[in-house]
């Protein structure tokens, strides 16, 4: 069975200040894909990055950066300089890669909020 | 392009009545799924439909809730004498069928069964 644990359910920080946001995964699969995605307070899910299982190299794009650790079962969310738009609820999620079959687990979310 | 199509976007009911949800998926995401989110929680799946297989319902909470997809292509949740705690919003969200693609959700339809 698949499961994402986000430990952090509420996260403050004040503008500027970097947060780095967790995700712990467990999978019996060897193949497999992680995801983040943002709620904002307007309510509408947002894709914002794909890992699979097989490529652990970090990636950074703007102020968000996310690292990839298969030893500690890890796809851990950095935001640095945070900014008040940043403020949503952040989903991890892990989905299987068999084929013709793609469910999605999902993490309980942690509520970041950014302050001015 | 069009992204996923959810109505209606409120929906306020009575307890004990019938209701149906609606999701319009992005044209040829044969991948679709239905996910319940409560005040404040997480996503709760409830049912994943992928292409001509067999959906997974293992995520309904009860069989008061039930989900059809006609072609292929729209799909309707129905939920059956709803009860109070049914009151969530209820996200769809699609994908292409290869494996790791990222959904794409729609705006949710937000239920209160007075």
């Known amino acids: 069975a698949q499961k994402v644990t986000q430990a952090q359910t509420e996260i403050s920080v004040v503008e500027k200040e970097d947060v780095t946001l967790d995700c712990v995964y467990e999978?019996?699969?060897?193949?497999?894909?992680l995801f983040w995605y943002k709620q904002p307070p307007s309510g509408e899910l947002v894709f914002l990055i794909r890992?699979?299982?097989?490529?652990?190299q970090n990636e950074i794009s703007g102020r968000y950066s996310w690292n990839f650790q298969k030893s500690t079962s890890s796809f851990n969310f950095t935001i640095t300089a945070s900014q008040v738009v940043d403020s949503a609820v952040y989903f991890c999620?892990?989905?299987?890669?068999?084929?013709?079959?793609?469910?999605?687990?999902f993490g309980i979310g942690t509520k970041l909020q950014v302050i001015p | 392009g069009a992204g996923v199509s959810q109505s209606p976007s409120n929906k306020v009911t009575e307890k004990g009545k019938d209701v149906e949800l609606r999701c319009d998926p992005i044209?040829?995401?044969?991948?679709l799924y239905w996910y319940r989110q409560s005040l404040g929680q997480g996503l709760e799946f409830l049912i994943y439909?992928?292409?001509?297989?067999?959906?997974?319902k293992s995520g309904l909470p009860s069989d008061r809730f039930s989900a059809e997809r006609t072609g292929g292509s729209v799909s309707t949740l129905t939920i059956q004498r709803t009860q109070q705690e049914d009151s969530a919003v209820y996200l769809c969200?699609?994908?292409?069928?290869?494996?790791?693609?990222?959904?794409?959700f729609g705006d949710g339809t937000r239920l209160s069964i007075l």
């Open positions: 044209s040829g995401h044969t991948a």
């Open positions: 999620a892990l989905s299987e890669a068999r084929r013709g079959y793609q469910k999605v687990t």
């Open positions: 969200a699609s994908s292409l069928a290869q494996g790791g693609q990222p959904q794409h």
């Open positions: 999978t019996r699969d060897t193949t497999y894909y």
């Open positions: 439909f992928q292409g001509n297989s067999a959906p997974d």
């Open positions: 890992r699979n299982s097989f490529d652990e």
